[in-house]
């Protein structure tokens, strides 16, 4: 098993930042990637970003150029810059984490950007 533990989340201005961050715990050895997603209220979960274990990332068209993901593996946790954040961003933010043959769910950070 794994336990994802986010933190980070809070409430910011429009054009402002925030750090999240993601610790795992547990089996990490499996892991070989983790990302982020978010929801917002009424939506469907949406991928954010994913970084693998050797360093290559991914990003959703919408975060591409403001938001970056990054990891320490051997702290293993993952992190999220968010710069230049919009109203649009408030959401829910999902930490994941892919092992072999399972999937695991951290319990949600809330970001919220007022306008």
């Known amino acids: 098993q794994v336990q994802l533990v986010e933190s980070g989340g809070g409430l910011v201005q429009a054009g402002g930042s925030l750090r999240l961050s993601c610790a795992a715990s547990?089996?990490?050895?499996?892991?070989?990637?983790m990302g982020w997603y978010r929801q917002a209220p009424g939506k469907e979960r949406e991928f954010v970003a994913s970084?693998?274990?050797?360093?290559?990332?991914v990003y959703s068209d919408f975060v591409k150029g403001r938001f970056t993901i990054s990891s320490d593996n051997a702290k293993n946790t993952v992190y999220l810059q968010m710069n230049n954040l919009k109203p649009e961003d408030t959401a829910n933010y999902y930490c994941?984490?892919?092992?072999?043959?399972?999937?695991?769910w951290g319990q949600g950070t809330q970001v919220t950007v007022a306008s």
């Open positions: 994941s984490a892919n092992a072999y043959a399972s999937a695991y």
């Open positions: 970084i693998s274990r050797s360093g290559s990332t």
């Open positions: 547990g089996r990490t050895f499996n892991i070989y990637k």
